[in-house]
């Protein structure tokens, strides 16, 4: 089988991540995968594709794109990365490796990569189409995460993002979009949670459509347990510290939860002052510097770190994830933590509940609660509960993450695609 996978980037975010585990995965069960991504990665292979459009070109129609939302948005800059219009993007329909394919595989689109009229084209040609959901903006108007709102359920508009919603405003004009394009032929959507497969079946975009859920793959034989000394030695990260982890990929991005970790390190620390001096905090991700003397003890920071190998190092070196993001589908950063032993502290939101077994494989904390979430660090770092946390993490990794059961589930998906 010939699959072409498309993502925004080869190397950066969680979806490009995703989509190139998925592409190891199918090649390792013997299918023909090549990939299109407008951001290619500094050494690439030959089976992955980018546009022809010159580069000079490729930035007018991101800028485009933005200025457009911008003008929607009343001239105020207001949130203005937190939506996308897809209203320009780039037309693979008569490219080889497009015409070739037996599947075309969406991932993650947005910001000049395809606009709906070329997912529109795509549709026309007759090639089956699959979509995997890594946030829910297929379903909305135009934001990735709704939040409180549930305009999705309607047709949008009044979108709370926008610096002053109308009934009429942008996300309702690409809402009508979407349902238009949609309604070209049916497709495949394929959520990374049940969580987001559950909301994907209630969305009126996707009436008519296809909606499954399959977890994002890894490579449990690359993300395996090993002895923490000598990754926090690779680190030059104390040895006899408790480390609790942050990772995303803006550290400062109200939507991953740091500021609720700053109070629940807080509270620990006033409940067990004798963790003051043992406990140290790893905070990875953009503007991470920023933060490093705003908690209550000291912090290790690290901008964005695009190496597997690191980010491995830091998996080791833990003692546990902290993940208190206020919405998420299914991270990467737990299925890697978990993978290497590594158990995680989150909030009861999103798929991490598909993820962490409470007390089982880490700590499921009441949503935004701080207090409850010092429970979770409390727990998983105590001495008596920590290994079998360890042991309980590295077992559900092996049964539903690995690259043979993803490709497999894939592969049932993209059949039944090619059937329709």
Known sequence: ???????????????????????????????????????RAPRSEESVHTPTLPHALLRFKFIAERVGIWRANNWHRHRLFEVDSATHGVDITC???????????????????????????????GKPIVWTLHDMW????ICHHS???????????????????????????????KKTVYGTRPMHFVACSNWLADIARRAPLLNG???HSIPNAIDTTFYRPSD???????????????????????????????????????????????????????IVGREATVLRDTFAVPAHTYEYVNN???????????????MPTLQDNLPNTIVEAMSTGTPTVGFRVGGLPQLIAHKENGYLSAYKDETDFAEGLAY?????TLPHLRETCRKHAEAVFSQKAVAEAYMNVYQEAIEH
């Open 1 to 39: 089988m010939r699959i072409l996978l498309c993502n925004t980037s080869e190397s950066i975010g969680g979806a490009a991540i995703a989509a190139r585990r998925l592409m190891r995965a199918l090649r390792l069960a013997g299918q023909d995968v090549s990939l299109f991504v407008r951001d």
């Open 138 to 141: 297929p379903l909305t108007g």
């Open 308 to 322: 597997e190998e690191t980010m491995r190092d830091f998996y080791r070196a833990a003692t546990l994830l902290a």
């Open 228 to 282: 923490s000394f000598e990754a926090r030695k690779h680190l030059g990260l104390p040895q006899d510290a408790i480390l609790v982890l942050f990772v995303a990929y803006k550290a400062t991005d109200p939507n991953k939860g740091i500021f609720y970790l700053r109070g629940a390190v807080r509270r620990l620390i006033s409940k067990h002052p004798a963790l003051r001096n043992r406990l140290r905090l790893i």
């Open 380 to 384: 998983c770092i105590d001495q008596d």
């Open 95 to 125: 490219k080889p490796y497009f015409k070739n394919a037996d599947v075309v595989h969406l991932h993650w689109i947005n910001q000049g990569l395809f606009s709906l009229r070329d997912i529109e084209r795509m549709l026309r040609s």
């Open 147 to 177: 939040r409180e709102c549930e305009g999705w359920l309607s047709s949008c508009g009044r979108c709370p993002i926008l610096y002053r919603g109308t009934p009429h405003d942008l996300s309702w004009r690409c809402y009508r979009r």
């Open 209 to 211: 459509h296809v909606v």
